[in-house]
Each structure stands twice: as C-alpha cells, then as structure tokens.
C-alpha cells in the first residue's frame, strides 16, 4: 500500500474582463500606429481598458466568484487569497485583502505577491507550498491588473502591448497516491529572478522613490531575447524534475505577453502549436492575468479537460520567470 501525498488540485476557476473593449484601429486614432503594425509585431488585435469604478480589486473578486462556482465551493471555505499585481488598488493594505471582504471569508490568510508577468506562477508555487504544509486547506490563487492605468499613453511601443482583467484558480488540498500517474495536483514548479535587467522593464516611480505611481518603460528588443532563452530554460528544468518529456503534456498556458514570443518559445522546445493556449490576440498583455485568463477560457471552451497535463509559464519585469506542471 502506497504513501499518500498530499497536493494542491486546481477544482476551479474564472475570470473577468473590463466593459470597454479597444481595438488596434481606435488605438490608432490615440497613437502613432496602425493595426497592421501591431499585429505584425505582436499579434494582439484588441484589448479591455479598466472604465470609472472597475480596479483591480473589483475584477479579482468577480474572477474569484466565478471560480467558486465553477468549483461548487462556498467563500466560507476559503483560508488562503494569494493576489498577484503590479497595479494594487493602493500601497496597502493588500488588495487580496479587499477580495477576502468583498467574499466574507474574512479570517484567513490574505497578501499581494508582486512579481509582474510572472506574478501568478510566483502566487501559485506558493500557494502550492503552503496547502502541502497544512498551513490553509482550500486556496484561491489571483492574477488581476488594470495596467492601462501606469501606461504612457503616448508612447506607441508600449500603450498598444497592454490590457487588464483577472483571472483566478481554486486550489484544494487532497491526499493522492504519487504512484497513480493520473492523480491530479500540482506537480512541480520552478522559479528565477535576475535584477541585474531592472531597467529593461520596470515602471520609472515608486513610494520611496518619486513619492508617484510611474509609468511603464520597457526595452522591448532586449525583454523578447532573454524571455525565449529563459522560459524554454525553465519549461525544461520542470519537465527534468518531474522525468517527463515536451511530447507528454496535453496544453501550454503561457503567458500572453506576444504571440512571437509564444511562438519562439514552442519551436524551441519542439512542442507543436496546437497545443498551446493562445489569448494575447484579444486579451492583449494583462501581466499577471494572463495565464490564468487564459486558462479559464480553455477550461470554458472546453480545449482542456480533466486528467489532461498541463503546463504554465511566464517571464516579466525584474526579470523573474517560472513554470509549473499540473494534472488538472
């Protein structure tokens, strides 16, 4: 008789965008630019803009609920809101603190993790740790960011590459049988950082710097050539780890920063196309959104399924970067 092993199982999840959707020809008419222009580069054809009343906060908490529907699972349950953001609705309190409210769970633990893009791979790795430790038993895990709000709008290479919107997991902790190769749960994750490209990407203010939110700069030649050699690096030291090959995962839910990125980072790795989650094209680059943005609408449109192996990556700012292997 087998050890059990307890793990974190994704049960649920959703998501949420912004009323106000923007297209590449309305960006045009705001910037330098044109829709064949971005597409060319990016891929991305359209994107949410957070309107009056909608925060971070606000689309993490829809994206939670939906979630716990998904799932069947009462907010009471819930003993852990991990909130990845770069775009919190203040300096603090934590914006997961607002969400637990909002849900009247209220007693649990609650933080903000801020790793940018990466953000979300940051917040489930850890989320993952801390249901195997028994410190929570039923996790929701965040991605949210309205980014328009620290763009500089008149810059045409960045203000077209972003969007906001949330999406959520519902993780649960169960005790598995680690010799069952179908026993759902997170399997592995791995995580970086490397300061040494803070200027590459970073927003140019901060509290105890210019007393001032910032706005977004970014290098953008620079991000893509470290982000190929950095996300096919780390999507392989997760596949070594867990003594599984590229041709065994069913789905890649990248983050949705640009489709040459995704596309670089797939060939590199051999993996074919269909197989990765692709959203950037009408999501645009919601930071930590992203894959869990992505996620739900293949979860939703049925691509992925349970028992299927699935694989999530990022890279963002400072660089930090990551990848996890879950059987959902």
């Not at 909002?102 to 990466?118: E, K, Q, R, T, Y």
């Not at 509290?207 to 953008?220: A, D, E, N």
Request: overall charge negative; hydrophobic content about 45%.
């Amino acid at each position: 008789m087998s050890v059990l092993e307890r793990r974190a199982v994704i049960i649920g999840s959703g998501s949420a965008l912004p009323e106000r959707i923007v297209s590449n020809a309305e960006m045009a008419e705001m910037v330098d630019t044109t829709d064949e222009w971005i597409v060319e580069r990016t891929g991305i054809r359209a994107r949410y803009i957070a309107g009056e009343g909608e925060t971070t906060s606000s689309l993490a908490t829809l994206a939670a609920r939906r979630a716990l529907d998904a799932a069947g699972v009462d907010a009471k349950d819930v003993d852990l809101i991990i909130l990845a953001t770069a775009t919190p609705d203040q300096t603090f309190p934590a914006s997961a603190t607002i969400v637990q409210h909002n849900l009247g769970c209220n007693g649990g633990i609650a933080f903000d993790i801020a790793a940018v893009c990466s953000g979300f791979l940051y917040a489930l790795t850890t989320a993952d740790a801390m249901l195997r430790a028994g410190n929570a038993r039923c996790a929701l895990v965040i991605g949210a960011e309205t980014f328009s709000r620290i763009l500089d709008w008149e810059d045409r290479t960045t203000c077209v590459l972003f969007g906001d919107g949330a999406g959520a997991m519902l993780l649960q902790a169960r005790d598995v049988d680690p010799t069952d190769p179908q026993a759902p749960g997170i399997l592995a994750s791995r995580l970086h950082a490397d300061g040494a490209y803070n200027d590459m990407l970073y927003v140019d203010g901060g509290p105890s710097t210019t007393q001032t939110v910032g706005k977004l700069r970014m290098k953008g030649r620079e991000v893509f050539r470290h982000a190929v050699v950095n996300l096919a690096s780390v999507l392989e030291e997760v596949l070594t780890s867990t003594g599984r090959q590229a041709s065994d995962i069913d789905w890649v839910v990248p983050h949705q920063a640009n489709f040459r990125i995704l596309d670089a980072t797939a060939r590199k790795l051999g993996l074919p196309a269909e197989k990765v989650v692709v959203t950037v094209d009408h999501h645009a680059n919601t930071s930590a959104a992203s894959v869990p943005l992505a996620y739900d609408e293949a979860v939703r449109d049925g691509r992925i399924r349970p028992g299927q192996l699935v694989m999530f990556e990022a890279m963002g700012g400072g660089f930090t970067w990551g990848a996890a292997l879950a059987r959902v």
